[in-house]
């Protein structure tokens, strides 16, 4: 399982893997960072386990873009469904920009994801 070693190291400890079932999160969020972990080549986000959020959600960070984010939830979604709010960093002096996107397959997601982070396989 070398490719989880990548995506759950955290900002703060990158040395050492982040076990996706310690997090004081859903078992519903944890089973779908597994799953969309297993469909994408290359993953090189981070978890950020120091930002709270709500119990169905994470936040994803870049390991070497800070403004480049990702928070991924199943709240409010149908069962095997996510939603993703996807963070692009600030230009030209403005704040932040989003995208969101909800009622998303894992497959889907994992194109999302993998394209928003320049990873693997995805591609919107």
Not at 6 to 14: A, G, I, L
Not at 59 to 70: F, I, M, N, Q, V
């Amino acid at each position: 399982m070398m490719w989880l070693d990548s995506f759950f190291n955290t900002p703060e400890v990158s040395q050492r893997p982040l076990n996706p079932w310690t997090l004081r999160k859903s078992t519903r969020i944890k089973s779908l960072l597994i799953r969309i972990a297993s469909d994408i080549e290359g993953i090189q986000w981070q978890v950020d386990a120091a930002m709270r959020s709500h119990a169905d959600g994470i936040y994803l960070s870049h390991p070497r873009e800070a403004g480049l984010r990702a928070y991924l939830h199943v709240h409010g979604q149908a069962e095997g469904r996510s939603g993703v709010h996807l963070e692009f960093p600030s230009v030209d002096g403005r704040g932040p920009t989003y995208e969101t996107y909800e009622d998303l397959s894992v497959t889907r997601l994992a194109e999302i994801l993998a394209a928003h982070f320049g990873l693997g396989n995805g591609a919107c």
